[in-house]
Nanobody, 122 residues
């Protein structure tokens, strides 16, 4: 069992930035792909960004390309999501997920955190 802990959410004005972190405090997940998803009320859980275990490959959802950056520090067992130029439509609960098989399983990825709320005011 891989326990994932998200942090860094909060309230920010449109145009601002936030940094989210996803940590695995009890497990070395440096062989796992990690992804960020988000879910707004009444909507599906959508992929925001994903990163391979090595960090060499990344993937972004169309709505965040050019604004968000995913990165990881395997020495710290942490994956980051830098969110720039935030918009009110970015408001959602953000979840990180990890899977040794990669991000291809989407919302069926093996391990999930509890989520962190991001609210962008207009």
């Amino acid at each position: 069992q891989v326990n994932l802990v998200e942090s860094g959410g909060g309230l920010v004005q449109a145009g601002g930035s936030l940094n989210l972190s996803c940590a695995a405090p009890e497990y070395a997940f440096n062989t796992y792909a990690v992804a960020w998803f988000r879910q707004a009320p009444g909507k599906d859980r959508d992929l925001v960004a994903a990163i391979s275990w090595s960090g060499r490959a990344t993937k972004y959802g169309d709505s965040v390309k050019g604004r968000f950056i995913i990165s990881r520090d395997n020495n710290k067992n942490t994956v980051y999501l830098r969110m720039n130029s935030l918009k009110p439509e970015d408001t959602a609960i953000y979840y990180c997920a990890a899977d040794i098989a990669g991000w291809g399983r989407g919302t069926e990825m093996a391990y999930w955190g509890q989520g962190t709320q991001v609210t962008v005011s207009s």
